[in-house]
């Protein structure tokens, strides 16, 4: 039998949604052992003060196996 585990993690990127979703995932397979998946719960812009947008952010609950 296996237990799973979900942790929520937020990232960034000044590219896009989507590099900031693999930024994540990279940075937390690092510390987490056996991730499995993960899914975007919420997405968000920052922007200057002229609309431009300059960072993009995810939360991301990212599921991993834990060790017996």
Do not use: P
């Amino acid at each position: 039998m296996s237990v799973a585990r979900v942790t929520e993690i937020i990232s960034s990127s000044s590219v896009s949604f989507e590099d900031a979703t693999k930024q994540g995932i990279d940075r937390a397979s690092k510390t987490l052992k056996n991730v499995k998946g993960a899914w975007v719960e919420g997405q968000k812009v920052v922007c200057d003060d002229k609309g431009n947008i300059t960072e993009y952010r995810v939360n991301l609950k990212v599921t991993f196996i834990l060790a017996d």
